[in-house]
């Protein structure tokens, strides 16, 4: 993937990890739409960094299916999708609202990126340069015990990724995983002040050094993920298991 010169749509880039390279993206060079159900918190991103944006929620297909028609209305010349909506949960398998949390996650994290996927792929298609970023977790890989269902639906994102890469091989379509470790953003709550996660700048900043020197990366992989990214690879799954879940 180039890092100057695309019109990058990413749904969710109102916060978190989205925010922060949608930032960055813009500096380095390129036009940045970001959308998100809000439309108070978008109207203020607009004003404060001149990003454009678009109301969208990724969990209703009508939604979706809008917002696409807006953005390539206004921005005809985007190839770059960053599908970087998700959400995250502590659940208790035990507990009376496990599934009903549990469908919430999933609605979200895998349905979100289908319906994403299904409405901008035959687009990007059309691009001489395109590329379509998912974004999993290092919890893909390596579990956390209090979020099982995140872990799952990440674990989906990865084969999935995997998988239409394949199916678009030789197209103009570059698939790219972003697979981040624990970051200190408000994922969870509480979590921007996790000492363990990695800062959000530091991530951020990290991403798109890979990003700018390595174009042709299928999975970026910033240095702190790579412990839960390959413990299995490495033969150390149930230690690093172990590290992750110190109670469990």
Do not use: C, W
């Not at 678009?54 to 390539?72: F, G, H, K, Q």
């Not at 959400?87 to 289908?114: C, H, K, Q, W, Y």
């Not at 395109?130 to 579990?143: C, F, I, K, R």
């Amino acid at each position: 993937m180039n890092i100057t010169g695309n019109t990058i749509f990413i749904p969710g880039g109102t916060s978190g990890i989205g925010l922060a390279l949608a930032l960055r993206f813009q500096a380095a060079g390129n036009t940045v739409i970001v959308g998100g159900r809000r439309a108070d918190l978008l109207a203020q991103l607009a004003e404060e960094h001149s990003l454009a944006t678009v109301v969208i929620d990724t969990t209703d297909a009508d939604s979706v299916l809008a917002a696409r028609d807006e953005v390539l209305e206004r921005h005809p010349e985007l190839n770059v999708l960053i599908a970087m909506a998700g959400i995250m949960a502590v659940e208790d398998v035990r507990g009376p609202r496990f599934l009903s949390e549990a469908e919430r996650i999933v609605d979200t994290n895998v349905g979100g990126p289908l319906r994403l996927v299904s409405a901008f792929l035959d687009h990007l298609q059309t691009r001489p340069d395109a590329t379509l970023m998912t974004v999993s977790s290092g919890l893909a890989h390596t579990p956390l015990a209090a979020t099982p269902t995140y872990n799952g639906t990440k674990a989906f994102i990865h084969q999935f990724t995997e998988s239409i890469r394949l199916q678009l091989a030789g197209t103009t379509v570059q698939v790219v995983e972003l697979v981040p470790p624990a970051v200190r953003t408000e994922l969870l709550p509480g979590h921007s002040e996790n000492e363990h996660a990695l800062p959000l700048d530091a991530f951020a900043d990290e991403v798109m050094t890979l990003l700018g020197t390595q174009p042709d990366a299928t999975e970026i992989l910033v240095e702190a993920v790579k412990f839960l990214r390959f413990a299995e690879i490495e033969n150390r799954y149930d230690a690093a298991v172990a590290v992750l879940n110190p109670a469990a």
